[in-house]
Structure formats: C-alpha cells, structure tokens
C-alpha cells in the first residue's frame, strides 16, 4: 500500500496484502518551513516496508500506536520503535516492519537549514563521538524524560500560529540532542518520576532484577503496606497492576536480550524470569504485536528498492 494525498516529502511504503487498511496521511495545513502528518493504519499481519528520508532532511516519529521494526539496510542495526516513542530520522533509507495492531503516528518533517545549528552539532561533535560517522536513526520512549518538550509540541501545534514553527524547533532541539547522546531504549514499563520513595525503590528492583519470583505479599511488605491496599495504591500510582509492572520489566528485558544477542528463545525466557516461552511470546505479543522470532526476521521483499 502507499499512502493517498498529496506528494509526500518522505517515501514511506508498505507491502501488507489486500487485508490490512491502507496508509493514510493526514497533512496538517499552515505551516511554511516545516511538514506535519498524522499516519494511522490497521495491520492484521506484520508486514514489511521502507522509509526514505532524503539527503539534506530530518524528521521526528512521534510514535503514539503500534510497534515498527527498523534497519538501516540487512546488516543494519535493529531498532525496535515501541508505542509511545519519539524517533529522530535524518538522511536515511531504513527498511521497516509494521507489527499487527493499530497504529498511529505523527511525523514532522522539515530541511536541515531549518535547524542549522544542531546540524553543525551533529556532524561534528557527535560524529566526533562516534569515531567520525553520524548517526542517522535514534529512539527513545516518551516517558518520563520527553513528556513536557511532547506537551509543549502538543500546545504548539493546537492552533498554528506565527508563532507555532518557532515553538517547534525549539522541542526540536531538546529532543534531538537527548536522542543522539544517548542509547536506544525499550522502555514497556515507565513509571511516572514523582512516586513516593518506597515505590519508587520497589519499582527500581523490580527493573534491575525482573525474574524473580516477585510475590505480592512481599512487594507489599517491602513498601509498607497491606497486600490490598498496595495494589490500589501501585495501580493508581503507576498506571497498571504491580504484576503487569513486573511483567512489563520481564518483556522490557527479554526483548532487549533477542534484539541483541543470539539466545535461544527459551533461555531467554528463563533468564528473564518467564515459566515458559509460551510466556514470553504472549507477552511480547500483547504489548508489542509480534511474535519473538520476528525481533530476529530479517526482511527481504523491499531490499532492492533501498540500493
């Protein structure tokens, strides 16, 4: 499918079968030096694609529903784009798997003499860093660290304005220079950065040891409090139950490990604290949609047209 509307300023192209919904891209009208789209779509299968960024452009993926997987090419580097995360792009052709789900996006794309000096930062200092070659794809999740530059975006763009494209490069700056200093991360268990201490150093364990047994009695005992009134007070806290918090951190793990090493999938499983791999391939699938073996599935329909 491609997507309908007027000529995108970006190639974005799926092979998905006659079953799934088509691409749509919704322009967002008013502004001059930039170009805002809002994509969504249904996938019934995981299916495959390219994204084109052309020399001389960047864009920002403000990934709201749904799971990409995205590679630089066959030997690229994976890197998994998980629901509510940001994604900066910059003169890349990337080859992309959509997961089954729906999925929604906002993508802004814009010239690089739109943000000069961060364009001198990156291919100096930061290719500096990186022994002298730039990085063209980052991504990161929006909670906790983006949250107020999205909130300040998400105001900017509400009404457009003379004032809106300012307002946008400003966010710009923020989260481009956070994304390409940092690592990419899978994050499917952020939690909000004003818990109270006891929370907040449960849910630091959890995170740093996932596979253990993790009981509700001793979570609660470890804060402070009744079996019941913990999971009231996790849940209200946190946004979901202690134990969806601990399986989020197992999956959050095990992902990591199969996008990264060449594990088996069951000692995946059991290194991250799953009972079974069928364990782990639910979880994956629940807040991902796809399966574990398509982390490590390397695309080939759409090779051709990225040379």
Not at 95 to 100: D, E, K
Not at 134 to 141: E, G, H, I, M
Not at 184 to 194: G, Y
Not at 234 to 246: R, S
Request: aromatic share 6%; glycine share 8%; with cysteine.
């Amino acid at each position: 499918m491609r997507s309908d509307g007027n000529e995108p300023h970006i190639d974005i192209s799926f092979d998905c079968g006659t079953s799934q919904t088509g691409l749509k891209r919704v322009e967002v009208p008013g502004l001059t030096y930039m170009h805002l789209e809002h994509l969504s779509g249904t996938v019934a299968r995981t299916c495959t694609g390219y994204i084109v960024v052309p020399a001389g452009m960047s864009a920002l993926c403000i990934n709201l529903k749904g799971t990409l997987i995205v590679r630089a090419g066959v030997q690229g580097r994976l890197i998994l784009v998980p629901p509510r995360s940001v994604t900066y792009l910059r003169g890349t052709k990337l080859i992309v798997q959509a997961a089954r789900g729906e999925h929604a996006t906002q993508l802004l794309t814009w010239e690089n003499r739109v943000t000069p000096l961060l364009e001198n930062w990156i291919t100096t200092k930061v290719a500096r860093s990186n022994n002298g070659s730039t990085r063209n794809v980052a991504c990161n999740p929006i909670d906790p660290f983006y949250k107020s530059a999205l909130a300040r975006y998400e105001q900017a763009i509400e009404k457009i304005t003379d004032s809106t494209e300012p307002q946008i490069v400003s966010v710009i700056y923020e989260i481009a220079a956070k994304l390409m200093t940092g690592s990419d991360q899978v994050q499917l268990a952020a939690i909000p950065s004003d818990l109270p201490d006891t929370i907040k150093d449960l849910v630091a364990k959890v995170r740093q040891n996932p596979a253990l047994p993790w009981p509700l009695r001793d979570a609660a005992d470890a804060a402070g409090y009744s079996p019941f009134h913990f999971s009231r007070v996790f849940k209200n806290l946190v946004g979901y139950g202690f134990h969806e918090y601990v399986d989020r951190c197992r999956t959050e793990s095990a992902v990591g490990l199969l996008c990264t090493t060449d594990q088996a999938v069951d000692l995946v499983a059991s290194t991250c604290g799953f009972g079974t791999t069928q364990g782990l391939r639910e979880s994956v699938k629940e807040y991902l949609g796809l399966v574990p073996s398509e982390l490590r599935t390397i695309p080939e329909p759409l090779i051709d047209g990225l040379d």
